[in-house]
């Protein structure tokens, strides 16, 4: 499968942005979907997954409750509708997949995903 990642932006503390990630080539209802983020000189950093029909989402509990990952498989499609963003959020957003749920500890890690999209810049200002 192929990823690529869009929507990302310069936006000020407090703002929402939504950031879209187009799956081609699979059948894109078939993977778990995840959306990671890095700052430079620190590991890729789990955010949010969700199942293969959306019915289960998981999220890093530095972006719970203001963070909401959802998919469209008629669409492809998988999102991350950010809300009262910080600063902190600054960093390049990579959406990622996998066929597999992996469990608790696995679906955090970025070695999970073989598949990878190509990042898309989210800057908040203060």
């Known amino acids: 499968v192929q990823l690529q990642a869009f929507g990302g932006g310069l936006v000020q503390a407090g703002d929402s942005l939504r950031v879209s990630c187009q799956a081609s080539?699979?059948?894109?209802?078939?993977?778990?979907m995840a959306w990671f983020r890095q700052t430079p000189g620190v590991e890729r950093e789990f955010v949010a997954a969700i199942t293969w029909t959306g019915s289960s989402t998981y999220y890093a509990d530095s972006v719970k409750g203001r963070f909401t990952i959802s998919r469209d498989n008629a669409k492809n499609t998988v999102y991350l509708q950010m809300r009262s963003l910080k600063p902190e959020d600054t960093a390049v957003y990579y959406c990622a997949a996998a066929r597999t749920y992996g469990g608790a500890n696995v679906y955090i890690q970025p070695q999970h995903y073989p598949y990878w999209g190509q990042g898309t810049l989210v800057t908040v200002s203060s």
């Open positions: 080539g699979d059948t894109f209802s078939e993977y778990f």
